[in-house]
């Protein structure tokens, strides 16, 4: 079975000895109270099922970093907009205040 390269909540990849993997193993019965592995006919099909979900979950940690990634990006991105758009409203107020001014003048 392969639970090596796992990824932990700090996204440490290790040797599939954390608690969280060991936990995994219990709770699927793929090891007895002694961490023997068990045997069984569909144990094969368990064990092909949990690498999938393994690795379904490096990928979807992956791709969930990435995205993490994208949205500070783009926060910092809005926040620049923002303050552009700040900018050339100042300026926009300005010059309607000036051409107001000019108006009034004979």
């Known amino acids: 079975m392969r639970l090596e390269g796992c990824v932990n909540a700090t996204n440490f990849r290790h040797d599939g000895g954390c608690f969280t993997c060991a936990s995994i193993r219990f709770k699927l019965g793929l090891f007895t109270s002694t961490k ?22 490096e990928a979807l940690a992956a791709e969930n970093q990435a995205l993490k990634a994208k949205q500070q990006s783009l926060t910092v991105d809005r926040a620049r907009l923002i303050e552009k758009n700040e900018l050339a409203k100042t300026r926009v107020e300005s010059m309607i205040s000036r051409l107001k001014a000019q ?3 004979p």
């Open 103 to 105: 108006e009034k003048m």
């Open 36 to 57: 023997e592995p068990m045997s069984s006919p569909g144990l094969a099909l368990l064990e092909e099922k949990i690498d999938a979900l393994i690795e379904l979950c």
